[in-house]
């Protein structure tokens, strides 16, 4: 059943937030699944995302099927490319990095997921994916060769996310880029929402309950963590 996408309008409608735990198969080994997805099962946790920059070929698919063992929660697949695409999950995030302009990353890749798409039974999620500069350069940065847009422009983050709702994507994502030095800030969060009538996914840089709380109050209705959870598992005592 496809009703990923309806049940994140609804929990908005209803002022829930939501917060998916995001598996870098590159960085996680198999054989600690099952104990780590008990503690997301444990946490206020309501997605595990999966995905990566640079994941070899058929990880994502291993990895995914273990996760699925373990969990009721919906999986949802946030690939960094074509070979991460599974049927073994629930959902995809068909992202479009619109804030840059490389068309391998705009539509290339797209293009390329379909004979695989075709078959599967997948609920697709078209999302524009805005990645805003963290101080640091990210693995996305590097593997898309695309600039993030500086964090301080504001009125170039808004219109790229209006122009992402108005070609029809359903979800807007701003990324601050994993284990980014700092999240994006209240302001940069607020003055999206403000203008978004799609639900508005925020990540990157989230280490703590307090970093976690400001973006839902600035507007987020979903967060992304997975660095903080990598680093050290205790997090998840206390979001539960
Ligand atoms: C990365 O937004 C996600 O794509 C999560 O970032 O790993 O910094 O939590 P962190």
Known sequence: MKTIYKNIQSSILKGKKLLAVLIDPDKFSVKNTKRFIEKVNQSIATYVFVGGSTVDDDATDRLVLEIKKHTALPVVLFPGDVTQITEHADALLFLSLISGRNPTYLIGKHVEAVSKLKNTN????????????????????????????????????????????????????????????????????????????????????????????????SGADLVVIGTAFEDDESFFDNLK
């Open 122 to 217: 997948l609920e697709i999620i078209p999302t524009g994916y805005i990645l805003i500069e963290s101080g640091k350069i990210t693995a996305v940065e590097n593997v898309t060769e695309t600039k993030p847009i500086s964090r301080n422009d504001i009125e170039n983050i808004v219109d790229t996310s209006i122009a992402g709702q108005l070609l029809g994507m359903k979800l807007i994502y701003l990324e601050a880029g994993s284990g980014a030095k700092a999240p994006l800030t209240n302001t940069l969060i607020s003055q999206v929402k403000k203008e978004l009538q799609i639900p508005l996914i925020v990540g990157g840089g989230i280490r703590n309950k307090n970093q976690l709380e400001n973006a839902f109050n």
